[in-house]
C-alpha cells in the first residue's frame, strides 16, 4: 500500500523529451531518501499536453508538474513526497493561481474536456494488467459474453449512434450487423492502427495508454459478429505502442481474457499483431488487409465489401482504435449515455491532435459539436504571439481547411464535410497568417504523390502533373490557365481514382481555392505570395534611410551578396540572394524588410 | 480462485511467461479448473480500485493532512502518515479520502499533527498522534463520522 503514487507520463512526446531519465533518477531518489514503501512511481500514457512534457503528476494531491528536468528531483522528492510542500515553481503554470493551486480539471486546457476514449491515458499503468480490470476494465467483455446475445451488443452500438473515428464516420453497428448477416466458417475482427496522417497521433496515444481497451473491444466484436480471430494492424513506426500491445495480449492471454472458453462461456478469441512498413496506402480498408494476408498493399475495388469478403476472402470487420476504445463504455453505461454526448448526427466525443501554430501542442478529446473557436482559443490556448488566425487543417492530405469565417461552426462529421472538410483520423493543425495556403496545398501533395501505391492511374499520374502545376505557382511560373487545368484535375481524379487515398488527394487543393483562390491569383497574376513563404516570389530589401552601414548583415550573408563599405547604406544583389533571411534576422536597426 | 493461486506461484519460481502460457493452455484442455470467472474478475477490481482511486481528482474528498516539517517528522509523524495512508486504502475509502502532507502550521509542541477536513464541516486537529491513535481516527472519525475528541487540540486545553 503506497500513500501516494508519482505518474510520469511515458507516451511518445514525453518519451522523447526525457521522461525514461526522470524515472530512473526518481526511484533512485526515493530510495535514497528511504521512501520506497510509500511512494509509487507510474508510467502512464499520454496525458495531452505533450509541448509540456515530461509530464508529471503527484497523487493524491494531484500537483501537475510540466517539463521536469533531471536535476528538479531531488528537490521535488525531499520537499514534496517527504514533507509535503508542494515544489510551486516546478508546476504547470496554469494551474498556479493567486489564489493557491488549482486543479487540473478546472485548467482551460481540462475544463471543457470529456474523456471516454482517453479514459484512463495518463492514469492507468498500461503495462498492468490489474490497473485496466481496477478501472472497470474486462467488465463490459462479461457483461456481453454472459448476459448478451450477439444482436443484442449490435442493437446497442446502433442506438448509440457510434461511428467509425478513422474518418469515413461509417456507423460501426452497421457495419457490425452487415459481418454478422454473412455465414462463414471463419471470420475476422481487425482493428486499423495505421496511423498515416501527418500531424495524428490519437491511436498511438490509446495504444500507448490503454491498449487493453482494444482487445476487450475486439474480444466483444468477435463475439457479436461470430469470430474468433483477430488482428491488429499497427505501424512499425510506433515502437512503444507495439511493444504495449504485445505485453498486453500476453497478460490477456495470462488471465485467459484472450484464448479459449473466456469467462467459461465456451467463446474463443484471439488476437495477432501485424506490423505495416508505414505505408500510408495501407491504411485504406482494402490495401490493409491485403497486407496482412503477406501480399504487396494495394487496395482493390469494393464491392464486394470487406463484411462480405474481406481478410482471406472470408467476412471482416475493420475498425479504428479510437471507435474501439468508446465500444467498452457504451456496454458499460448504455447507449442512452453515449447518445446524451454530442450532436443530432455525430454522437459521443471526438479525440484531435492539436498541432501547428498553437499554445498548447497535444491531444484533445471533446463532445462532437464543440465549436474550433473553443478547441483554438480555449483549449488550445490560442495562437503564439499574437498573431492572426488564418485556417485549420483538419483530415490531413484527404481533408481540407476550415477559414476563419468558419470559425464558430460546430465541429461534427456532417459539418464538417458541408464547409469542404472533413473529420478525418483527427489531426488539427492551425495555421496563422505567416503560412501561406499554396504552400500547404503542395506539402500535402508532395505527400500524396510520395504514398500513391501507384496502381490505379488518376492517382498515379494526376496527382504528379497536380504538383508540377502546384510548384510552377509556388514559382511566380504558372498562367491563369493553369489554375483552370489544375482545378479540373481535381475532378477528374477525385472520381476515377481507385481508392480512398487517390479520390480525396485533391481535396487540400480544393478546399484552399475554394477559400484562398486570392492567393493562388496573387501568386500567378502579381507574381506575389502574401504570406511570403514562397522562396522564388520574394526578395529583400535594405531601406536606405534606416541602414547606418554597420556591415553586420554583409558579414553574415552565407552568399556575399550584400554589397557596401562602412558607415554607407548598403544594397543586396537580387542576383546572388539567395534569400534565406539571415540579414533580415541580424540587422539591429529593422532596415532589411521582405516583399 | 485456483487459477489466481497457481498463476502467482509460477510467477515466483520465476519460470519464463512461455511456461505460462503453456500452463494456461494444458488447463483450456481441462487438466485443472483454469477459468477466470467473472467473480474472479471483480475481485481483481475491487482490489484494484483502491489503489486506482487514489488518482481520482474530486473536489469533496475528505482531506487528511499530516504535518510533515522537521518539527513533524522529528516528532515520528511519518509512521503516523503511512499507517494512516494505509488504513485508507485498505478500507477501500480511497474515493472520498485523500492523504496527504502539509509543512509546519506553528504548533510544534503538539507535534505530530494531524488536520482533518470534511467538506463543510470545521477542520478538526488531532495532536500528539501515533500510528495507534491514528488507526482510531481513521475508524472512528473517516470511517465512522465521529470527532475522536479527547485526542484534539480542543481537548488539550490550549488557548
Redesign the interface.
Known amino acids: 500500500?503506497?500513500?501516494?503514487?508519482v505518474?510520469v507520463c511515458g507516451g511518445t512526446g514525453c518519451t522523447s523529451s526525457g521522461s525514461p531519465q526522470i524515472i530512473e533518477r526518481l526511484k533512485n531518489e526515493i530510495e535514497k531518501q528511504g521512501l520506497t514503501?510509500?511512494v509509487a512511481v507510474i508510467q502512464t500514457g499520454c496525458h495531452g499536453l505533450c509541448a509540456l512534457g515530461p509530464i508529471m503528476?503527484v497523487?493524491?494531491?494531484?500537483s501537475f508538474y510540466s517539463m521536469v528536468k533531471v536535476e528538479d528531483i531531488p528537490e521535488i522528492v525531499s520537499e514534496h513526497l517527504?514533507?509535503?510542500?508542494v515544489v510551486t515553481r516546478l508546476l504547470y503554470d496554469e494551474t498556479v493561481t493567486s489564489a493557491g493551486v488549482k486543479?487540473?480539471?478546472d485548467t482551460d486546457f481540462y475544463k471543457k474536456q470529456h474523456r471516454v476514449a482517453l479514459r484512463n491515458c495518463g492514469?492507468?499503468n498500461p503495462e498492468v494488467i490489474?490497473?485496466y480490470?481496477?478501472?472497470?476494465?474486462?467488465?463490459a467483455l462479461?457483461k456481453v459474453l454472459?448476459e448478451m446475445t450477439p444482436d443484442d451488443v449490435i442493437q446497442i452500438l446502433l442506438d448509440s449512434g457510434l461511428r467509425g473515428r478513422g474518418g469515413g464516420g461509417f456507423p460501426t453497428g452497421l457495419k457490425w450487423k452487415l459481418a454478422k448477416q454473412n455465414d462463414a466458417d471463419q471470420k475476422y475482427v481487425c482493428c486499423n492502427a495505421d496511423e498515416g496522417d501527418p500531424g495524428a497521433f490519437m491511436d498511438r496515444s490509446v495504444l500507448e495508454g490503454d491498449p487493453h481497451v482494444v482487445l476487450e473491444a475486439m474480444a466483444i466484436a468477435g463475439y457479436a459478429i461470430g469470430a474468433n480471430q483477430g488482428y491488429i494492424y499497427v505501424r512499425a513506426e510506433y515502437p512503444i505502442a507495439v511493444d504495449r500491445l504485445k505485453i498486453a495480449i500476453?497478460q490477456a492471454?495470462?488471465?485467459?481474457?484472450l484464448?479459449?472458453?473466456i469467462?467459461?462461456t465456451g467463446f474463443d478469441f484471439d488476437i495477432d499483431l501485424r506490423l505495416g512498413a508505414g505505408a500510408f496506402v495501407c491504411g485504406e480498408e482494402t490495401a490493409l488487409m491485403t497486407s496482412i494476408e503477406g501480399k504487396r498493399g494495394e487496395p482493390r475495388p469494393r464491392p464486394p465489401f470487406p463484411a462480405q469478403k474481406g481478410l482471406f476472402g472470408k467476412p471482416t470487420i475493420l475498425n479504428n482504435v479510437e471507435t474501439y476504445a468508446n465500444i467498452p463504455q457504451i456496454i458499460l453505461n448504455g447507449p442512452e449515455w453515449f447518445a446524451a454526448m454530442g450532436t443530432e448526427k455525430s454522437k459521443g466525443t471526438k479525440v484531435f491532435a492539436l498541432g501547428g501554430k498553437i499554445h498548447n501542442t497535444g491531444l484533445v478529446e471533446i463532445p462532437m459539436g464543440t465549436t474550433l473557436r473553443e478547441v483554438i482559443e480555449e483549449i488550445g490556448g490560442g495562437i503564439p504571439n499574437g498573431k492572426k488566425f488564418k485556417a485549420a487543417q483538419t483530415g490531413g492530405p484527404s481533408g481540407g481547411c476550415i477559414p476563419a469565417e468558419h470559425f464558430d461552426i460546430p465541429i461534427d462529421y456532417d459539418n464538417l464535410i458541408s464547409i469542404g472538410s472533413m473529420m478525418g483520423s483527427g489531426g488539427l493543425i492551425v495555421m496563422d497568417e505567416d503560412d501561406c495556403m499554396v504552400d500547404i496545398a503542395k506539402f500535402f501533395l508532395e505527400f500524396t504523390v510520395e504514398e500513391s501505391c501507384g496502381k490505379c492511374t488518376p492517382c498515379r499520374v494526376g496527382t504528379r502533373r497536380m504538383l508540377e502545376i502546384l510548384t510552377k505557382i509556388t514559382k511566380g511560373q504558372a498562367t491563369m490557365e493553369d489554375l483552370d487545368k489544375l482545378e479540373e484535375l481535381c475532378y477528374y481524379i477525385k472520381n476515377n481514382s481507385l481508392c480512398g487515398l487517390g479520390q480525396t488527394a485533391p481535396n487540400p487543393v480544393l478546399s484552399t481555392l475554394r477559400y484562398f483562390r486570392d492567393e493562388y491569383e496573387a501568386h500567378i497574376k502579381e507574381k506575389r505570395c502574401p504570406a511570403g513563404v514562397c522562396k522564388a516570389l520574394l526578395s529583400y530589401v535594405i531601406d536606405r534611410d534606416k541602414c547606418r552601414g554597420c556591415t553586420l548583415c554583409a558579414r553574415n550573408c552565407p552568399a556575399g551578396a550584400i554589397i557596401g563599405s562602412v558607415k554607407n547604406p548598403h544594397i543586396i544583389d537580387t542576383e546572388k540572394c539567395v534569400k534565406c533571411g539571415a540579414c533580415m534576422e541580424k540587422c539591429k536597426f529593422g532596415a532589411i524588410s521582405k516583399r | 480462485m485456483l487459477v489466481l493461486k497457481s498463476t502467482r506461484k509460477v510467477k515466483e519460481t520465476g519460470e519464463s511467461s512461455v511456461h505460462l502460457y503453456l500452463y494456461v493452455r494444458l488447463n483450456a484442455h481441462g487438466l485443472e479448473e483454469n477459468m477466470k470467472t467473472l467473480a474472479e474478475l471483480k475481485a481483481i477490481r475491487e482490489k484494484m480500485q483502491n489503489q486506482v482511486g487514489l488518482r481520482a481528482e474530486d473536489h469533496n474528498h475528505t482531506r487528511v493532512v499530516v504535518g510533515m516539517a522537521t518539527c513533524g517528522i522529528a516528532a515520528g509523524a511519518r509512521p503516523v502518515l503511512t499507517k494512516i495512508s494505509q488504513e485508507v486504502q485498505e478500507r477501500g475509502l480511497t474515493d472520498k479520502v485523500a492523504v496527504t502532507q502539509t509543512g509546519c502550521i506553528g504548533l510544534c509542541q503538539y507535534e505530530p499533527i494531524v488536520e482533518v477536513m470534511v467538506p463543510g464541516e470545521p477542520k478538526v486537529t488531532y495532536i500528539h498522534m501515533n500510528p495507534e491513535k491514528a488507526v482510531e481516527v481513521v475508524n472512528r472519525h473517516l470511517a465512522g463520522g465521529h470527532v475522536v475528541e479527547e485526542y484534539t487540540l480542543g481537548a488539550a486545553d490550549i488557548k
Open positions: 500500500m503506497y500513500r501516494s503514487h505518474l514503501d510509500e503528476i497523487y493524491p494531491d494531484a517527504l514533507k509535503g510542500r486543479a487540473l480539471i492514469v492507468i490489474d490497473e480490470i481496477g478501472t472497470g476494465g474486462y467488465e462479461g454472459t500476453e492471454r495470462e488471465y485467459n481474457l484464448g479459449k472458453d469467462f467459461g
